[in-house]
């Protein structure tokens, strides 16, 4: 599975984007993805996640304000970001986690700055 992320960028706090993870294959209706992201110096922690059938479940620090989403027919995940913070500031990866495997995106930076 290939994972390509694309939608990062430079936001003013408050500001809003979106980011989205095409995957390769036609197995894409049945992965469970999610959305990490990884701060420097930090680990990398799980923001959001959706399973096959469409549950979510969120981070604490992020619920309200993200939204993860999934278009099968575009075997696209997305992760909406509203009222960004500075503590948003991260390189945000696609994971698929596949049997014992997990398949990585490159990341995307997002920058939360004024």
């Known amino acids: 599975v290939q994972l390509v992320e694309s939608g990062g960028g430079l936001v003013q706090p408050g500001g809003s984007l979106r980011l989205s993870c095409v995957a390769s294959?036609?197995?894409?209706?049945?992965?469970?993805i999610a959305w990490y992201r990884q701060a420097p110096g930090k680990q990398r922690d799980l923001v959001a996640a959706?399973?096959?059938?469409?549950?979510?479940n969120y981070a604490d620090s992020v619920k309200g304000r993200f939204t993860i989403s999934r278009d099968n027919a575009k075997n696209t995940v997305y992760l909406q970001m509203n009222s960004l913070k500075p503590e948003d500031t991260a390189v945000y990866y696609c994971?698929?986690?596949?049997?014992?495997?997990?398949?990585w995106g490159q990341g995307t930076q997002v920058t939360v700055s004024s």
């Open positions: 994971n698929v986690p596949i049997l014992a495997l997990n398949y």
């Open positions: 294959g036609s197995m894409f209706s049945i992965y469970n």
């Open positions: 959706i399973t096959s059938g469409g549950s979510t």
